[in-house]
């Protein structure tokens, strides 16, 4: 048994999140972390909303509300979209509690002592009609390496290098157009150049990462460049320095602050488990003789935050960058055995854009459709290695012709018919080779399935899943039990649909990860009882430190089914069943092609 740390990208607490938000971090993160579960690992899955920075604060200010007022409300609706989504947080936080800012701050002087963070005075970006400083994602302009003429003012999306927003040809305010002043201003820096060697041999050493962000990690090394970790701003993390810490107009930048909550939700969950030192067993890089992993679920944009700069942090408190030191309180920490980036996933062939209406928000889509049914279309057909178009047509098609014809039918049938004419799980005898065939191949499924989901090829994963669904329904209409009617056929009719609904049992385990809703459904539906497929609650918490309370996500996910063939027991009553999944009407595609027209 392994140690996981699923470590989910934190969704920006500025607005509801739409699908392609979670296609990117929160339902491929679900799918491996539930499946590690179900394989025996003992898997800590974190993340929470991030709260801090001037685009929170811009948005607070034309709303007329406090930042975090603002940062509150939409913490909320995150919380309850990614509940209703049934993604298994065992701890689902934010970045404004006073045990995230405790973390941050023992980092950063941490760092500081090392000597890792440097102090500079630079150029600063201002609104020349506010007075407030500029978010370098909030400036937009040319860039001087590739020309791409809307890059952002800290990194370009085209060429994948770190910019200053100063260094943009024609920059220009996206709040309001302007043109920005740059002024002197004094701050702290990253000492990225100190780690370079350091992270270029652990990147030599990364094994089956995909390969796009393996190359996309290795030539950021070439250029790096001291990284700004605070910024002149009032909503954020005090700077824990003396004649610092006090100040209103100095914050510690978002980036910076982001990545660590890791580690901040870690510590809160094992604080609030009862055991506060239990997070070190997945942290930890002094225990001996422990296998802990750590796998970094993100969207492509987010790359080099998990694959340059969170490494870059994590050395320069353990002491192994170029300048040495000493590791601070919490002791060496492991870097990420792999970042599982995936690409963007865009809609009806635009780039999603809430300004633009080009959006489905997750809670719009969850009150309409079932959530298995958009968990479904991510894996098999989501943004995995390469972008991909969400088109509702494409979605109905998935939903009809492969859950409700192809899972929701071979459930159905075999049940019903069952249930019809046996009123239990008939006895299997005389299997022929036909029926020892298929049952092979379901347990099968068990290694193969299982290596892909351990490989984050989750779009072969559920591939092989659905042929043993496919196999089994070829065996049905093979076999035809319902053809089987006289007293000397019964024996033979219940073997075929015992067979058939041990494979539908195995079938359901197989993908339980990807459509754990349903599998509630259809393990209760073969006679089972408790809980199949845990899901997450949410729990109103005080904060740990005397800070407001919110609402987490957490839950119990020690129950559940494992990652094996169980034979079902014959006798046990069955019903008639009651479809898994619902059938959408062509005209779907038109309502929400029109509702997306406005």
């Given at each position: 048994?392994?140690?996981?740390?699923?470590?989910?990208?934190?969704?920006?607490?500025?607005?509801?999140?739409?699908?392609?938000?979670?296609?990117?971090f929160?339902?491929?993160?679900?799918?491996?972390?539930?499946?590690?579960?179900?394989?025996?690992?003992?898997?800590?899955?974190?993340?929470?909303?991030?709260?801090?920075?001037?685009?929170?604060?811009?948005?607070?200010?034309?709303?007329?509300?406090?930042?975090?007022?603002?940062?509150?409300?939409?913490?909320?609706v995150?919380?309850?979209?990614?509940?209703?989504?049934?993604?298994?947080?065992?701890?689902?936080?934010?970045?404004?509690?006073?045990?995230?800012?405790?973390?941050?701050?023992?980092?950063?002087?941490?760092?500081?002592?090392?000597?890792?963070?440097?102090?500079?005075?630079?150029?600063?970006?201002?609104?020349?009609?506010?007075?407030?400083?500029?978010?370098?994602?909030?400036?937009?302009?040319?860039?001087?390496?590739?020309?791409?003429?809307?890059?952002?003012?800290?990194?370009?999306?085209?060429?994948?290098?770190?910019?200053?927003?100063?260094?943009?040809?024609?920059?220009?305010?996206?709040?309001?157009?302007?043109?920005?002043?740059?002024?002197?201003?004094?701050?702290f820096?990253?000492?990225?150049?100190?780690?370079?060697?350091?992270?270029?041999?652990?990147?030599?050493?990364?094994e089956?990462?995909?390969?796009?962000?393996?190359?996309?990690?290795?030539?950021?090394?070439?250029?790096?460049?001291?990284?700004?970790?605070?910024?002149?701003?009032?909503?954020?993390?005090?700077?824990?320095?003396?004649?610092?810490?006090?100040?209103n107009?100095?914050?510690?930048?978002?980036?910076?602050?982001?990545?660590?909550?890791?580690?901040?939700?870690?510590?809160?969950?094992?604080?609030?488990?009862?055991?506060?030192?239990?997070?070190?067993?997945?942290?930890?890089?002094?225990?001996?003789?422990?296998?802990?992993?750590?796998?970094?679920?993100?969207?492509?944009?987010?790359?080099?935050?998990?694959?340059?700069?969170?490494?870059?942090?994590?050395?320069?408190?353990?002491?192994?960058?170029?300048?040495?030191?000493?590791?601070?309180?919490?002791?060496?920490?492991?870097?990420?055995?792999?970042?599982?980036?995936?690409?963007?996933?865009?809609?009806?062939?635009k780039?999603?854009?809430?300004?633009?209406?080009?959006?489905?928000?997750?809670?719009?889509?969850?009150?309409?459709?079932?959530?298995?049914?958009?968990?479904?279309?991510?894996a098999?057909?989501?943004?995995?290695?390469?972008?991909?178009d969400?088109?509702?047509?494409?979605?109905?098609?998935?939903?009809?012709?492969?859950?409700?014809?192809?899972?929701g039918?071979?459930?159905?049938?075999?049940?019903?018919?069952?249930?019809?004419?046996?009123?239990?799980?008939?006895?299997?005898?005389?299997?022929?080779?036909?029926?020892?065939?298929?049952?092979?191949?379901?347990?099968?499924?068990?290694?193969?399935?299982?290596?892909?989901?351990?490989?984050?090829?989750?779009?072969?994963?559920?591939?092989?899943?659905?042929?043993?669904?496919?196999?089994?329904?070829?065996?049905?209409?093979?076999?035809?039990?319902?053809?089987?009617?006289?007293?000397?056929e019964?024996?033979?009719?219940?073997?075929?649909?015992?067979?058939?609904?041990?494979?539908?049992?195995?079938?359901?385990?197989?993908?339980?990860?990807?459509?754990?809703h349903?599998?509630?459904?259809?393990?209760?539906?073969?006679?089972?009882?408790?809980?199949?497929?845990?899901?997450?609650?949410?729990?109103?918490?005080?904060?740990?430190?005397?800070g407001?309370?919110?609402?987490?996500?957490?839950?119990?996910?020690?129950?559940?089914?494992?990652?094996e063939?169980?034979?079902?027991?014959?006798?046990?009553?069955?019903?008639a069943?009651?479809?898994?999944?619902?059938?959408?009407?062509?005209?779907?595609?038109?309502?929400e092609?029109?509702r997306?027209?406005?």
């Amino acid at each position: 048994m392994s140690h996981v740390l699923a470590a989910v990208a934190w969704p920006y607490a500025n607005g509801p999140r739409h699908i392609g938000h979670v296609s990117g971090f929160g339902v491929p993160s679900d799918v491996f972390s539930r499946y590690m579960r179900m394989a025996g690992h003992d898997v800590l899955m974190v993340s929470g909303t991030d709260e801090h920075g001037t685009p929170i604060q811009v948005q607070a200010d034309a709303e007329g509300v406090t930042a975090r007022e603002l940062a509150d409300r939409y913490n909320r609706v995150i919380v309850e979209d990614l509940h209703g989504l049934g993604l298994s947080y065992d701890l689902f936080t934010r970045t404004t509690t006073r045990n995230h800012y405790a973390v941050v701050q023992e980092l950063f002087t941490a760092l500081e002592r090392n000597g890792y963070i440097v102090k500079r005075t630079t150029l600063g970006a201002r609104s020349p009609s506010t007075g407030r400083t500029l978010p370098d994602r909030y400036i937009e302009g040319t860039c001087p390496i590739c020309g791409y003429d809307s890059a952002r003012g800290d990194q370009c999306d085209n060429c994948g290098n770190q910019l200053d927003p100063e260094q943009l040809i024609n920059p220009r305010s996206k709040i309001n157009g302007e043109t920005p002043e740059f002024v002197e201003t004094e701050h702290f820096f990253l000492d990225l150049p100190a780690f370079a060697e350091a992270i270029g041999n652990w990147l030599d050493q990364r094994e089956n990462w995909r390969p796009n962000v393996l190359k996309f990690s290795r030539n950021l090394l070439d250029d790096l460049q001291p990284r700004a970790i605070t910024r002149d701003l009032e909503w954020g993390v005090p700077i824990p320095l003396d004649g610092w810490r006090d100040r209103n107009d100095k914050r510690i930048y978002v980036w910076f602050d982001a990545v660590i909550g890791y580690l901040s939700a870690s510590i809160e969950w094992a604080r609030r488990s009862g055991d506060p030192e239990a997070w070190r067993e997945w942290w930890s890089a002094d225990a001996q003789g422990k296998d802990a992993r750590g796998y970094y679920f993100m969207g492509k944009d987010n790359i080099v935050f998990h694959s340059v700069i969170w490494p870059a942090l994590l050395l320069g408190y353990s002491g192994e960058g170029d300048k040495g030191g000493e590791p601070g309180e919490l002791g060496r920490l492991n870097l990420p055995t792999e970042v599982v980036s995936s690409e963007f996933l865009t809609m009806e062939g635009k780039k999603f854009s809430s300004s633009r209406r080009v959006v489905i928000y997750v809670r719009d889509f969850l009150e309409r459709y079932d959530a298995d049914a958009l968990r479904y279309f991510i894996a098999v057909a989501g943004p995995e290695s390469n972008d991909t178009d969400f088109t509702w047509a494409e979605f109905v098609r998935r939903n009809n012709d492969e859950l409700v014809a192809g899972w929701g039918n071979l459930v159905n049938r075999s049940i019903s018919m069952a249930a019809k004419n046996f009123g239990a799980i008939p006895e299997a005898v005389d299997l022929t080779p036909e029926d020892e065939a298929l049952l092979a191949v379901a347990k099968a499924g068990f290694a193969t399935v299982g290596e892909l989901i351990g490989k984050h090829r989750q779009k072969a994963a559920i591939g092989e899943a659905m042929k043993v669904v496919a196999e089994a329904n070829k065996y049905l209409s093979e076999q035809a039990p319902w053809k089987l009617k006289s007293e000397e056929e019964k024996p033979r009719q219940g073997t075929v649909l015992a067979v058939a609904l041990q494979v539908v049992s195995d079938a359901n385990t197989l993908l339980t990860p990807f459509l754990p809703h349903s599998a509630q459904k259809v393990f209760e539906l073969l006679g089972g009882e408790g809980v199949h497929a845990p899901m997450p609650r949410i729990e109103e918490v005080e904060d740990l430190d005397g800070g407001p309370g919110y609402p987490v996500l957490t839950g119990d996910y020690a129950v559940g089914a494992r990652w094996e063939s169980v034979p079902l027991v014959t006798g046990t009553p069955l019903a008639a069943p009651k479809p898994v999944f619902r059938k959408l009407e062509p005209a779907v595609i038109e309502e929400e092609l029109a509702r997306l027209a406005g």
